[in-house]
């Protein structure tokens, strides 16, 4: 009986663990490629293969030919975005981003640490069929 308290105790304790994350969050933003959006080509790059717990700069550069609204829904739930920098702005999102939004040409980096392993696709919803789609592996 004793045995079955103290593992009932134990996996409740567990249970309310709080996460955590590997690496060293104080260290630089380790730089992905760029993503390029390009009305001809579409995204420049289909599938970034990234780690739990690694802080990361998200640069996505517009060739401002069409209007983008990127959407990485999953991917931005289960995330931390630290700042979003447009022009030389930052932006402190507290709660969440829903898109980015492209009406001309320009850049946007995306400053995040993934919280949650799996595979979260990042896309424009009105092009996906034209080469507007991709997928965040994240171990």
């Known amino acids: 009986m004793l045995r079955i308290l103290a593992l009932s105790a134990a ?3 567990s249970a309310f663990a709080p996460a955590r994350a590997e690496g060293n969050l104080a260290v630089r933003a ?5 993503l390029m959006l390009d009305a001809a080509d579409g995204f420049s790059v289909k599938t970034y293969e990234i780690e739990t717990g690694q802080f990361y700069r998200w640069r996505i550069v517009s060739d401002g030919r069409e ?3 990127l ?5 931005f739930r289960n ?3 630290d700042q979003i920098v447009i022009e030389d702005k930052e932006v402190k999102p507290f709660g969440g981003v829903y898109a980015l939004e492209f009406d ?5 980096d995306v400053f995040f640490l993934v919280i949650r392993p799996g595979r979260y696709s990042f896309y424009i919803e009105s092009l996906r069929t034209q ?3 991709g997928v965040f592996d994240v171990k």
């Open 131 to 133: 080469g507007f789609e």
């Open 11 to 13: 996996l409740l304790f």
């Open 79 to 81: 995330a931390w975005i």
């Open 104 to 108: 001309d040409a320009g850049e946007i």
């Open 30 to 34: 380790e730089r992905l490629p760029p």
């Open 71 to 75: 959407q990485a829904p999953e991917l």
């Open 67 to 69: 209007e983008y609204k």
